[in-house]
């Protein structure tokens, strides 16, 4: 993971556009978010994918970095003040309590636009063709939509202030968190030339390590503190948000984080190759502290 982060964040560096002198602010605003580290999972899965299914990680890498300038725009989205209003994200203080809410605004607007740049560009289409860079785009703008990430954010938003059930707490997490993984994944897949068989796979992985972080992360946030966490925690009780934990209870999410992850363990089984790092890579985001 430590390997791939300084190739993903060599890439992403890359791949920044350099300002005019005159569109200086947006540019530094979409670095400083970008380049502020954080654990890179959604590009680490495409390459890993990528990797299990015959590609490389020279053809993949404007995929993983597409996911990640999409990811890192909702990020500085989601923080904003008509969102969830937080002041800390990765123990740096938001986009917006630095460059101010229209240039973090604009900067996520930015950060959107360019995976699309990156993902269609002549770089990636060098490296992987048309066709597939065309069906890695559409893959990822749905995963990104309204029937996506956007989606399950909308839920989120009119599910403050009133207790919801499990179930739609379950669709708005497949949508808000579990949408952009599986891009991720799928993107890996695609870049390879991966068969039905193996896609289907790799997103079964992704759906059940996507509802296995998001639950992970309820329960950090009702028992961690900021100081590990690098952001507030308690923001969900203090926004009166049904979460897995005020669902279920804490013992019960532990259980149920496990149980995913050795579904998503056991759904490696249909591909031939070395699969170790990405079952380790289950586990690490079901046991991580942050």
Not at 30 to 47: C, E, N, Q, V
Not at 105 to 111: E, P, R, T, V
Not at 123 to 136: H, I, L, T, W, Y
């Amino acid at each position: 993971m430590n390997d791939y982060t300084k190739e993903i964040e060599k890439a992403l560096r890359s791949y920044l556009p350099k300002g005019d002198g005159n569109t200086d602010t947006v540019i530094n605003s979409m670095d400083y978010s970008l380049m502020a580290g954080g654990k890179r999972i959604r590009p680490t899965l495409a390459i890993e994918f990528a990797l299990l299914c015959g590609g490389n990680i020279n053809a993949v890498m404007p995929f993983a970095c597409a996911v990640e300038m999409v990811h890192t725009y909702s990020l500085i989205h989601d923080d904003l003040p008509c969102m969830d209003n937080d002041d800390l994200r990765r123990g740096k203080p938001t986009n917006h309590k630095v460059y101010g809410e229209a240039a973090a605004l604009l900067a996520g607007d930015g950060l959107l636009t360019l995976a699309f740049s990156v993902i269609l560009g002549a770089d990636a289409m060098e490296r992987n063709g048309a066709e597939k860079c065309v069906s890695a785009a559409a893959l990822l703008a749905e995963c990104s939509g309204a029937n996506g990430m956007i989606g399950g954010q909308i839920i989120d938003l009119e599910s403050e202030n009133k207790e919801i059930s499990l179930n739609l707490l379950k669709i708005m997490d497949e949508k808000k968190t579990g949408a952009l993984i599986k891009a991720a994944c799928l993107l890996g897949c695609i870049s390879a030339g991966a068969d039905e068989r193996q896609c289907k796979a790799a997103e079964k992985y992704a759906d059940n390590i996507g509802l296995a972080f998001q639950i992970v992360d309820d329960i950090l946030d009702a028992s961690s503190d900021t100081e590990t966490l690098g952001k507030p925690v308690g923001s969900d009780e203090e926004n009166k948000k049904s979460t897995y934990v005020s669902l279920l209870g804490l013992d019960e999410c532990v259980k149920i984080s496990r149980q995913l992850t050795e579904e998503a363990i056991t759904s490696l089984n249909e591909f031939e190759g070395d699969t170790s790092t990405l079952k380790q890579f289950a586990a690490y985001l079901r046991d991580r502290k942050k």
